[in-house]
C-alpha cells in the first residue's frame, strides 16, 4: 500500500515538473516571439521587454547626441545606417569619422605636411561613411534581385485564399534575408496596431526601391478602389523580370563605354607613375615651376570632369 501510494505521488510529482516546464517553455517562447516582433518593427536591438520599458531615452538627450541630433547629416546618416542593415546609430558613425580624421591628419602632418594632412584627414573620415553607403548599395541590390520571387510568393498566397495579412506573414518567415527581414517588419508593424498605409509607407522609407514604390502603390489603390490584387501583384512581378532583362541588355551595349571610362582613368596615372619611375626629375620640375603647377591643376580637373561626363552618358537609367 505504502509502494503504491509512493509511486502515485512519485508520478504526480512528475506531472507537475513537467507541466510546469512546459509552461515555462512556452511563455519563454512567447516572449521571444514578442521580442522579435518589436526588434523587426522598430529596427533596433531588442534584448528583453523589461530592457525596452526601462531604456528609453529622453525627449532631449544630453551631450554628444544632442550635438549630433541636432545635425542634418545625423538624420541622413541614420537613414542610411538602417536601409544598410547596421546596427549603429548616428552618434557612432559620426564619433568614428572624428577619430579617423585626427587619425589621418596626423599621418599626414608627421609623414609629409599640411595638404597631405587635410587630404588624408578627409579620405580617412570619408570611410566609414563610404563603407556605409556600399553595405546598403549591396544590400539593396539583393532585395531587388528577390522582389519578384517575393511578388509571386503574394500572388500564390492569396490565390490559394489566404489574406493579404498572412500572405504576408508566411512570406517573412519563407523569403531569406535581407528581404524577408524587411518584410517581418513589416508584418509586425501592422499587426501590432499600425494602419496598413502606415506600414507600407515605412517599408518604402526602409527599401527605397522603385519597385517597392510600384507594390504598396498598388496595394493601397487595390485597398481603395477593389480588384484582384494577386493579379496585379503578378502582373507587377513580370514587369519587374522585363525590366532587368532590359537593364542587363543596356549594361551589355554600355560595356566598351565602361571600358574606356577605365583606361582614361587609369591610363594618366599609370603614365605618370611610370615617369617617376624612369624618370624621377622629370616631372619635378614641372611642378617646381608656378606654370607647370597651373598645368598639373588643370590636367586634374580636365581628368575629374572627363570621368564625370563619361559616367553619365553610360549611366543609362531603366
Known amino acids: 500500500m505504502l509502494a503504491i501510494i509512493a509511486s502515485f505521488v512519485v508520478v504526480f510529482a512528475l506531472i507537475l515538473l513537467a507541466v510546469s516546464v512546459g509552461f515555462k517553455f512556452f511563455d519563454a517562447r512567447r ?26 531615452e ?14 542634418q547629416f545625423a538624420k541622413h546618416a541614420e537613414m542610411q545606417i538602417q536601409q544598410a542593415g547596421l546596427t549603429w546609430t548616428a552618434s557612432k558613425l559620426i564619433t568614428i569619422m572624428c577619430i579617423l580624421a585626427v587619425a589621418g591628419f596626423a599621418v599626414g602632418l608627421v609623414a609629409v605636411g599640411m595638404v597631405v594632412a587635410f587630404v588624408l584627414a578627409a579620405v580617412f573620415a570619408a570611410a566609414p561613411y563610404l563603407y556605409v553607403r556600399r553595405t546598403r548599395k549591396k544590400r539593396l541590390d539583393k532585395i531587388e534581385e ?5 511578388l509571386d510568393f503574394l500572388a500564390r498566397s492569396m490565390r490559394a485564399g489566404h489574406a493579404f495579412t498572412i500572405s504576408l506573414e508566411m512570406l517573412g518567415q519563407e523569403a531569406p534575408d535581407p ?11 501592422q499587426n501590432l496596431g499600425a494602419p496598413l498605409d502606415s506600414a507600407l509607407k515605412n517599408f518604402g522609407d526602409r527599401v527605397p526601391l522603385m519597385d517597392v514604390r510600384f507594390f504598396t502603390s498598388s496595394v493601397m489603390l487595390q485597398k481603395q478602389t477593389g480588384g484582384n490584387l494577386s493579379e496585379i501583384l503578378q502582373r507587377l512581378a513580370y514587369v519587374i523580370r522585363e525590366r532587368f532583362r532590359l537593364k542587363g541588355q543596356v549594361k551589355a ?64 537609367k531603366v
Open 179 to 189: 528581404l524577408g527581414q524587411e518584410f517581418r517588419a513589416l508584418f509586425n508593424e
Open 146 to 150: 528577390q522582389f519578384p520571387e517575393a
Open 253 to 316: 551595349a554600355s560595356a566598351h563605354g565602361r571600358l574606356t571610362a577605365t583606361i582614361l582613368t587609369v591610363l594618366p596615372i599609370a603614365t605618370m607613375c611610370g615617369m617617376l619611375v624612369v624618370a624621377p626629375g622629370y616631372l619635378q620640375g614641372m611642378a617646381a615651376d608656378e606654370d607647370g603647377r597651373k598645368l598639373i591643376f588643370g590636367a586634374v580637373a580636365a581628368q575629374i570632369i572627363g570621368n564625370i561626363c563619361i559616367k553619365k552618358i553610360i549611366n543609362i
Open 58 to 71: 529622453p525627449e532631449n538627450p544630453g551631450g554628444f547626441r544632442q550635438v549630433v541630433s541636432s545635425l
Open 31 to 56: 516572449k521571444t516571439q514578442m521580442v522579435n516582433m518589436l526588434q523587426t518593427a522598430t529596427g533596433e536591438a531588442v534584448v528583453t521587454i523589461t530592457s525596452l520599458l526601462k531604456e528609453i
